[in-house]
């Protein structure tokens, strides 16, 4: 793990397991509790040290160009560890880190827009002040990432917090321990001061709430499922820690008849499978409008059953496996489950052969919102299909979830574009698209999936404290003086121009 710059061994280790293969790959060292102990005092000592927080807006944002370049120069050796580790498909490691990137460079913009305010004079009790609102670091921030898309999601987070003068504690999860690590490394070639960045690779339950628990710790931001979310808020009321969270989603992808149905089918079917399903904005519920019903159902299903599901190291690949057995059999469980309260396999639906943890790209139909399978986030291959006739009756069904991250709509008509967007209750809504994101954009959740925005310039505020200062004045004089009071009826000297 990385504490202080130091590289730090564990008594215990972590086994590493590419999902692809269920081999083990790798061990590396276990963060326990008194490691995470460690990592948070030395984040502490470098924020308080003062050095850090500071450093000139310049500097820091040449630093941040530097982590860029670093990233992009080893941005296929992050790849294919997250290939490995996470059976993530090469070609969107690729993606992701590309995108990443963009982050950084966006990143690297952020500290000169950094700006506190001036006000007007403040008085009190006839006293007069002046009044300034500056715009500060929060301290030390914690980072608590899931294993979907592992070293992106690190990246993206870990460039936030250092942007903004903060010092951190990166947790990678513990299914997804190696492209963090390697991170880690690649920072401190680029410049990073020890300390500024500890990382330590850790389970949930035990390194993550420790992280969590600390009181030397001034703001977790965390992305993962909205039940270790509401863990964390609840350990987090102890010391009043401020807590952002990026969580599941139960995302609608609403088709009106209107719409350019080839695209629509394309862009659902790609959405919905790559990563096999385990991304948070997945389109996972479905609804077409009963004139294009079949035809977007037929399209679907084609779509799923020609889907490059295969090895994560071949770039066709778009699906690779589950991260591990337990989220494949979480999964399975989950179409049992809907097999079981009435819903109609109408692709895929059962886990394919061989070594590695994959499933088949899964199509249902016949599901009513009351079903488990059409509430709960499932993250992995499965999205239902739903016909609707109404726009009123399609939006209080694409409401109808306790999670509210994403949604799509898709049609030609603008009224009906223009109604949807308002009418849909997501931190996210794409029109004639899906996943679309950029550095620029907030991106975040309404609902149970999530606190904050954490992108574009509102990530500014998720990780800054404003302090307000004000200062007492001398009392106001008037402005005149005493050459002044006899300008009134000026005898124009000679060698002065008279205004016409
Ligand atoms: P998780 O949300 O428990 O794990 C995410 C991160 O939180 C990991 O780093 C983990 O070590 C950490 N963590 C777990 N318990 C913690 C605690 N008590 N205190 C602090 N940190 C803790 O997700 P998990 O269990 O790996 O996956 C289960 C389900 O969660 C998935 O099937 C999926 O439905 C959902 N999930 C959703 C994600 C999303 O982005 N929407 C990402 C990962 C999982
Ligand atoms: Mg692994």
């Known amino acids: 793990m990385l504490i202080g710059g130091e590289a730090v061994d564990s008594a215990e280790t972590l ?4 999902p ?29 040290d003062g050095e850090w927080r500071w450093l000139s807006s310049a500097a820091r944002s040449r630093l941040l160009l530097s982590i860029a370049q670093t990233v992009e120069r080893h941005a296929e050796e992050l790849a294919q560890l997250d290939a490995l580790d996470a059976g993530l498909p090469i070609s969107m490691a690729r993606a992701y880190l590309t995108a990443s990137i963009e982050s950084v460079e966006y990143a690297a913009g952020i500290p000169a827009r950094i700006a506190g305010e001036t006000l007007p004079p403040a008085s009190m009790r006839g006293d007069q002040f002046q009044a300034q609102v500056l715009r500060e670091p929060l301290g030390v921030v914690g980072l608590i990432v899931p294993w979907n898309t592992p070293v992106s999601t690190a990246i993206d987070k870990v460039a936030l917090g250092l942007a903004t003068g903060n010092t951190v504690v990166l947790k990678p999860a513990e299914q997804t321990p190696l492209s963090a690590l390697r991170l880690g490394e690649l920072l401190l070639e680029a410049g990073l001061p020890p300390g500024v960045l500890n990382i330590v690779p850790g389970l949930g339950a035990v390194a993550g709430a420790a992280l969590v628990e600390d009181p030397q710790i001034d703001k977790i931001s965390f992305t993962g499922s909205t039940v270790t979310g509401k863990r964390i808020i609840a350990a987090a009321a102890a010391n009043l820690t401020p807590v952002s969270l990026e969580l599941g989603g139960k995302s609608p992808n609403v088709v009106f008849a209107d719409a350019d149905l080839d695209a629509a089918i394309e862009a659902a079917a790609t959405n919905a499978f790559f990563l096999s399903g385990q991304v948070c904005t997945e389109p996972s519920r479905m609804f077409v409008q009963r ?18 599901v295969g090895s994560p190291l071949d770039p066709a690949t778009l699906a690779g496996p589950l991260v591990s057995r337990a989220q494949r059999e979480r999964v399975l469980g989950y179409i049992e489950s809907g097999r079981r309260e009435g819903a109609v396999v109408a692709s895929g639906g ?9 499933i088949a790209p899964t199509v249902l139909t016949g599901t009513t919102p009351d079903m488990t399978v059409e509430r709960e986030e499932v993250f992995g291959p499965v999205v239902s ?31 009906i574009a223009q109604r949807m967007t308002r009418e849909l209750q997501a931190g996210n809504v794409w029109v004639n698209c899906f996943n679309l994101y950029d550095a620029a954009l907030p991106f975040g959740g309404y609902k149970q999936s999530g606190w904050g925005r954490e992108s574009g310039a509102a990530a500014i505020e998720l990780y800054t404290q404003t302090k307000t200062v004000a200062a007492a004045t001398l009392p106001p004089r008037p402005l005149v003086s005493p050459t002044q009071t006899t300008v009134a009826n000026p005898s124009p000297t000679p060698n002065e121009v008279t205004q016409p």
């Open 15 to 18: 086994e590493v397991e590419d």
């Open 20 to 48: 692809a293969t269920g081999r083990r790959i790798a061990e590396v060292a276990l963060a326990g509790p008194e490691h995470v102990t460690r990592a948070v005092a030395s984040a502490r000592a470098t924020f308080d």
């Open 291 to 308: 004139p294009a019903y079949d035809e977007f159902l037929s399209g679907l299903c084609a779509a799923a059953e020609a889907f490059p």
């Open 350 to 358: 059962t886990a394919i052969d061989g070594p590695g943890y994959y």
């Open 385 to 415: 299909v739903t016909p609707f006739d109404t726009i009123d009756e399609v939006i209080a069904r694409a409401n109808d979830t306790t999670y509210g991250l994403a949604a799509g709509v898709w049609t030609n008509d603008l009224r």
